[in-house]
């Protein structure tokens, strides 16, 4: 919200030396945050100037320029002034004053940031131009930054100035404005009267309400109609006839409405808008001349059309509570109104409306109709509801005042707003939220500056909330409203003692861990939304049985294409690698940890409890058998280069065996034994896939995408990802890992080749040299095979072995024995026979 504050001045008598800064610092702590200070910039001479003398002069361009002589308020006596030969000449391109107009003139010296980006620092200097010497430059709006034709100049008011005049001052240049970042609880601040009032409070000065306002309810106004008391408790309307259409909007209020973030558009409309924002309540002016019959306040027809001001038709639900007449909606109700009785420049009798609206219909509507307006944005947050009849009359008068016409005996109001509900809060509360020492009557004093009213009953306070503050409904929150005005920077600060602990628990431990070694496999941790939708399966290849689809659905998601919870972790990252390939990075290993959340087939509506007591263990058991299961994953996904390109030589791509490579790695720090298997599984190649297995179940796979995902996300070719349950790892983990044996004696290496089927694993048959004796201390595949020189369908897998004794030096005997065994242990385990 945008408060000018020379505007906020006319209802808070601030001090008359008080800055910008301070004034945003104090509505700061009144939870009113600031997001910037917006000030003009202009500076320098911007005066008021006569043109005395027009000349146009045709250009060989085309254009036609008019060289002007101009009255700047630089005569010395009276009767030099208007005199030509005092005047300044300037070179003028628009064409929209004549001579003897007023006109806004910046000369030598002005700064205008408007032009910042066509001259120098906005700057204007005397230039020669067209053959003349220009002596400065007459403004149009926009290059003022305030509203007007950029084709053409600002035309002042005959008698409204006079030559020499500062043009800062008259048009309000340099008015500073606060834009203030207004919570959704604190809708009376999407005001000048809320913001008004909480200055008062927070300078302790007089608060002057705009609202105070004889609403004057008479018999004889429009006609209306109320048939959904629930959804418009208070309707009211005031008619104004006889209104002169081409009236314009005065300079100030246009002004006004420009700083406060909305564009001017013709009086009708800016009174309207004028009066939300001082009051904070939404109204609507229609062409009493379309209307057709009462104004009727009813719910939708499903399937009805509107077509709003924004010349879209809209299929109305049958929930929307809707503005009708006698035979067509006129408008969305607290969203935005129709054009069918929209105010035109022959309109000259006006019906204006304000209304009090059900919050959460207004907000439900605006979502649906993705319709969210400056009325929807207060509505549905909390009006006012005793404000209707008092804004309809403000309007009226603004109308009259400024355009003319009658304001119509009569004004209609329907319904009465809502009684506040009275709120019994200790008076201890406070001191005891805040743990600063409030007594109850600084209590009782904070919450009557707020407008409460309060009745105190020995140390109970009861508190009726005022109509502007729909937002206090409990204790708390009346213990917070006597924090502001107490203050926050009073809260003392104070560090809560740390309980005495044991330190880590084994699975934080190895959690801790399980990031050590991917950091130092060279991943780089990144977290991602955990959602995903139909559109991710589909790219994923998921066929449509697979358990994966099957997710936990969000009430309100962000996103309609991610309405679920993921199942995976996958289309996190590989959305992650997208973003980073397409900002230039060619390299990118990523790594996630994180849960996913797969519905339990059978799993209870979760119950709704009452926040006044902690649920019982009964109800906790409850909650938690509706939870989804949740365990913690790891994902990785890789692309680019694993061994970067050097001085030294030429890289390596990644490829799927890195992925496993990683998964071992992580498995070995958790001493947790696992086996890898050949695996035909979405979203992988299924050429390029391993299962990862533990104790006889999969919990993981690893290996390259399929080229139909990589095509689908837009990855790089041959991206490879690994996904492994950490959950099942670390309950696989020991609580201690087995000590380290070393062994001072040397080593023996042996290296032995293996012909097996194309089909058999290398893990297989590594697994199998690695069991076969105790003298083997370690295995490493080194070179694999397929040529012309072995069997159809055979490849040779060539190991290096290191053999050792923890007692002793090895013999050639018991080195030789040792590799036999391994080869026997592999021909009996995968049907490998030693290459010859």
């Not at 105790?774 to 490493?780: A, F, K, N, P, Y």
Request: aromatic share 4%; net charge negative.
């Amino acid at each position: 919200m945008r408060i000018p504050i020379d505007w906020l001045r006319e209802y808070v008598d601030l001090p008359a030396d008080l800055s910008p800064a301070d004034l945003a610092d104090r509505l700061t702590m009144l939870d009113l945050k600031l997001e910037e200070i917006i000030s003009s910039g202009i500076s320098g001479p911007l005066t008021v100037g006569r043109v005395l003398t027009l000349v146009k002069e045709p250009q060989k361009n085309g254009r036609t320029i008019n060289w002007c002589r101009v009255d700047v308020g630089e005569a010395h006596n009276e009767a030099a002034a208007g005199d030509v030969a005092a005047s300044r000449g300037i070179v003028c391109g628009a064409h929209n004053f004549v001579e003897g107009d007023l006109v806004v003139v910046s000369l030598p010296g002005t700064v205008l940031p408007a032009l910042a980006a066509m001259i120098p620092n906005g700057e204007i200097t005397a230039r020669k131009t067209y053959g003349h010497l220009s002596d400065g430059m007459i403004c149009s709006g926009a290059e003022l930054g305030i509203t007007g034709d950029a084709d053409g100049i600002i035309v002042l008011d005959p008698g409204s100035a006079e030559p020499g005049d500062d043009a800062i001052e008259l048009l309000g240049l340099r008015q500073d404005v606060l834009d203030l970042e207004v919570n959704p609880d604190r809708a009376y601040a999407l005001s000048l009267r809320g913001v008004a009032r909480d200055a008062a409070l927070g300078f302790d000065r007089l608060f002057t309400d705009p609202a105070n306002i004889d609403p004057i309810i008479e018999a004889g106004g429009f006609p209306v109609r109320v048939d959904d008391a629930d959804g418009c408790p208070v309707f009211a309307t005031a008619t104004v006839t006889g209104f002169d259409p081409s009236s314009p909007t005065p300079r100030w209020m246009a002004r006004r409405i420009e700083l406060a973030g909305m564009r001017p558009i013709s009086l009708a409309v800016d009174v309207s808008n004028y009066v939300m924002l001082e009051l904070g309540q939404p109204n609507h002016a229609y062409d009493r001349a379309k209307l057709d019959g009462s104004i009727i306040v009813r719910r939708a027809t499903a399937g009805e059309k509107l077509e709003t001001l924004d010349s879209v038709v809209r299929t109305l639900l049958a929930g929307d509570l809707v503005i009708a007449d006698e035979g067509k909606v006129i408008g969305l109700a607290g969203v935005m109104g129709g054009e069918d009785v929209e105010i035109d420049d022959k309109t000259t009798d006006i019906v204006i409306e304000a209304a009090h609206f059900d919050p959460p219909t207004i907000a439900r509507t605006a979502r649906h109709h993705k319709l969210h307006s400056e009325a929807s944005k207060r509505f549905e947050r909390g009006v006012d509801p005793e404000l209707p009849a008092r804004t309809v009359r403000r309007a009226a008068e603004l109308l009259v005042e400024h355009g003319g016409g009658t304001f119509e005996p009569g004004t209609t109001l329907v319904g009465a707003a809502p009684a506040p509900t009275a709120i019994t809060i200790e008076s201890s509360l406070p001191a005891k939220v805040t743990g600063i020492d409030i007594d109850q009557a600084t209590a009782v004093s904070a919450l009557e500056a707020n407008g409460c009213a309060v009745a105190v009953e020995g140390s109970a306070l009861t508190v009726t909330p005022p109509s502007w503050r729909p937002d206090l409904t409990d204790p708390y929150d009346l213990a917070e409203e006597v924090l502001r005005i107490v203050g926050y920077d009073k809260v003392p600060s104070v560090l809560p003692a740390a309980p005495a602990g044991r330190g880590l628990s084994n699975a934080q431990r190895l959690r801790r861990r399980t990031g050590h070694v991917l950091a130092g496999a060279g991943l780089i941790e990144v977290k991602t939304f955990p959602f995903a939708g139909p559109a991710d399966w589909d790219k994923l290849g998921l066929a449509a049985d697979d358990i994966r689809r099957r997710q936990v659905l969000l009430e309100n998601p962000l996103s309609a294409e991610d309405p679920g919870m993921t199942t995976t972790l996958l289309p996190g990252l590989l959305k992650a690698l997208v973003l980073n390939t397409g900002r230039g990075h060619q390299d990118v290993s990523i790594v996630e940890t994180g849960r996913v959340f797969l519905p339990r087939a059978d799993a209870p509506d979760a119950p709704i409890y009452g926040v006044d007591r902690r649920p019982t263990a009964d109800e906790l058991a409850a909650l938690d058998a509706a939870l989804p299961e949740q365990p913690l994953h790891v994902g990785i996904v890789m692309a680019g280069e694993r061994v970067r390109t050097g001085w030294y030589g030429a890289g390596r791509p990644v490829s799927w065996a890195d992925s496993i490579e990683i998964v071992r790695l992580l498995a070995q720090a958790l001493h947790v034994d696992i086996s890898i298997e050949n695996a035909d599984e979405a979203p992988w190649h299924p050429g390029r896939c391993a299962a990862i297995i533990l104790d006889g179940l999969v919990i993981g796979h690893a290996g390259e995408l399929h080229p139909r995902v990589i095509k689908a996300y837009g990855v790089p070719p041959r991206t490879v990802a690994a996904e492994i349950d950490l959950d099942a790892l670390i309950a696989a983990s020991p609580q201690v890992g087995p000590k380290p044996d070393f062994s001072t004696f040397p080593v023996a290496k042996e290296d032995v080749a293996l012909v097996v089927d194309r089909t058999v694993t290398a893990g297989a048959v590594f697994e199998a040299l690695a069991g076969a004796d105790d003298l083997i201390e370690s295995v490493r595949l080194f070179d694999v095979y397929e040529g012309e020189q072995l069997p159809e369908g055979k490849k040779s897998l060539a190991f290096s072995l290191r053999l050792r004794a923890p007692d002793r030096t090895l013999n050639d005997e018991e080195i030789k024995a040792a590799r036999e065994k391994a080869v026997t242990a592999a021909n009996k385990e995968t049907g490998a026979t030693q290459r010859t």
